[in-house]
């Protein structure tokens, strides 16, 4: 049987990134790359773009990775919790991630502050960054993204508050259409205790103007 995806240059560039085993459809992402080179006119036999298709194949898994391994790794991550006597404000930030707009499938950089207050159950902090980072990874809105994190989070960790800050630079603004460099996007979802006591948001917010003040 002949694989109908695989016309053009034969990738020598093999998978590294753990795609095996997912939903990820390698093959079929290199010919749809290998076709948008073709429609754009470019010599697919110059030594440039020989592996391209593979690279680019290799760089999408990488920035939509949360899309294959979300569910056991939210559990992996927010399963983990553990009992705490600590009832302050926790906040982790700046943490950087990668993902694309569903729209245009350019990069999305964000930049996030997240903050809870612990009811019993805390997470370790480099947990919160793996969330974060798995969370945006993927072809999402900027706004979903956060509130499936934070609706995951609260129903996994059950704090009395979280809060959830985001400033993304996204490709579709600053690369093309508008062309406007330096412009950022910025969310913020808070629950619980963020959203009731003004004094708890305004310390998050000026813990968010700290941490990224130093970024
Ligand atoms: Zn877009």
Redesign the pocket.
């Known amino acids: 049987m002949t694989e109908s995806v695989s016309q053009g240059p034969i990738s020598t560039v093999t998978p590294t990134n753990g795609e095996e085993g997912t939903k990820f459809k390698r093959k079929q992402v290199e010919a749809g790359v290998r076709m948008i080179l073709q429609g754009l006119g470019v010599d697919l036999e110059d030594e440039n773009f020989k592996e391209t298709p593979a690279r680019v194949a290799r760089a999408y898994y990488e920035l939509c990775s949360g899309l294959y391994s979300a569910e056991k790794k939210t559990e992996e991550i927010f399963g983990k919790s553990f009992f705490s006597d600590y009832r302050g404000m926790i906040v982790v930030g700046p943490v950087q991630a990668t993902g694309v707009?569903p729209?245009?499938l350019?990069p999305v950089k964000s930049t996030v502050v997240m903050g809870y207050i612990p009811k019993e159950r805390k997470l370790g902090l480099s947990k919160l960054a793996r969330a974060i980072k798995l969370y945006l990874a993927k072809p999402v809105m900027q706004e979903s993204a956060s509130h499936a994190l934070v609706e995951a989070f609260q129903s996994y960790v059950q704090p009395d508050g979280v809060a959830l800050y985001i400033q993304a630079k996204?490709?579709?603004m600053t690369d093309r259409g508008v062309l406007q460099h330096n412009c950022e996007a910025s969310t913020m979802d808070v629950r619980g205790l963020f959203k009731d006591d003004s004094g708890v948001k305004t310390e998050f917010t000026e813990q968010v103007r700290l941490l990224l003040r130093r970024s």
Do not use: P, Q, W
């Open positions: 707009c729209h245009h350019l996204h490709g579709c």
